[in-house]
Nanobody
Framework: QVQLVESGGGLVQTGGSLRLSCAAS????????MGWFRQAPGKEREFVAK????????YYTDSVKGRFTISRDNANHMLYLQMNSLKPEDTAVYFC?????????????WGQGTQVTVSS
């Protein structure tokens, strides 16, 4: 069982930065692929970024490439998303997710979400 708790969301102006954190419980954190999804008002939840269990493989949706960086600290059971050059279209609730071996569009575990609002 894995429990995920996000933090770090907030209100920021266009061009600003935020760093999201996700604290994971469970002793097998390193065996899980992790990622971030987001859901804007009136839209479906969409994939943002993912990272392999060892932290070496990362993948991003095209709209955030070059602006967002995903990372993880297996020793402290933490997942991060550094978001730079934020745009109003990045406004959404951001969810941390985990899945054994590889992250798909239907992860096994979800956090409760953290709101990110980018003002124009």
């Amino acid at each position: 069982q894995v429990q995920l708790v996000e933090s770090g969301g907030g209100l920021v102006q266009t061009g600003g930065s935020l760093r999201l954190s996700c604290a994971a419980s469970g002793r097998t954190f390193s065996g899980y692929a992790m990622g971030w999804f987001r859901q804007a008002p009136g839209k479906e939840r969409e994939f943002v970024a993912k990272i392999g269990w060892n932290g070496y493989s990362t993948y991003y949706t095209d709209s955030v490439k070059g602006r967002f960086t995903i990372s993880r600290d297996n020793a402290n059971h933490m997942l991060y998303l550094q978001m730079n050059s934020l745009k109003p279209e990045d406004t959404a609730v951001y969810f941390c997710a985990a899945q054994r071996v590889a992250l798909t569009m239907t992860p096994d575990y979800w956090g409760q979400g953290t709101q990110v609002t980018v003002s124009s």
